[in-house]
């Protein structure tokens, strides 16, 4: 095995970004974030401003609450008066994502991830969760609000994440069964959550070649 993607969704203030960094500097592959915008943006000429504010876009249409169609590989062409529908670009993040998994190991962070590489033998998925209070500590070494704020503010971004998810997956975010591994940050740290993945990669691939 010449190839393994690990995906990480993760709660806001759980710490699974900094693991997902981690994880790749130990392993000598690439992270991809919101770098994932960037190259849908130049994959299919529209704006990258666009694909930042799909999720807020989504949530004014009056079938938000409604699944729609699993992902199918298929993009809408310049053309037609959808290119720049919310689905599409949903469809040029999964593309890049595809992509992604084909040429290169790498940690991916968030975007339906694991939904759209559900069926590659070579991924693993992961959701990295913490408490509230947890979560609101780590928070506050980010965003200058107070306290109060930054609760609304944790609980507003993991319900975007949620219903983004469900509207493109038709699943619950927080399901478990969604993931390989599931990890409680608080209770293990970044370093051990870290390591933690990485004993689990060596188990589930032990062809792979990993670092010394």
């Not at 890049?96 to 998994?101: E, F, N, P, Y």
């Amino acid at each position: 095995m010449d190839k393994i993607i690990i995906t990480i969704a993760r709660q806001y203030g759980s710490g699974g970004r900094t693991v997902g960094e981690m994880l790749a500097n130990s392993l000598g592959i690439k992270y991809y974030d919101k770098e994932i915008l960037k190259m849908a943006s130049d994959e299919s000429g529209i704006n990258e401003g666009l694909f930042e504010r799909a999720d807020e876009r989504l949530k004014s249409t009056r079938l938000f609450k409604i699944a729609r169609k699993a992902y199918n590989g298929e993009l809408i062409p310049p053309e037609s008066d959808e290119f720049t529908s919310n689905d599409n670009l949903f469809n040029y993040q999964a593309k890049i994502i595809r992509d992604l998994a084909a040429e290169e190991s790498c940690v991916i962070i968030g975007r339906c991830a694991d939904y759209i590489l559900r069926g590659y033998d070579n991924v693993a998925s992961v959701f990295v969760h913490a408490p509230e209070d947890f979560c609101i500590t780590e928070a506050m070494k980010k965003l200058s609000l107070p306290l109060r704020e930054i609760d609304k503010f944790i609980t507003k971004t993991d319900k975007r994440k949620a219903d983004y998810y469900k509207y493109y997956t038709g699943r619950e975010w927080t399901d478990a069964r969604n993931y390989h591994l599931c990890l409680d940050c608080s209770k293990l740290g970044f370093i051990l959550c870290m390591e933690e993945i990485m004993a689990y990669l060596k188990i589930r691939f032990p062809a792979y070649k990993f670092p010394e």
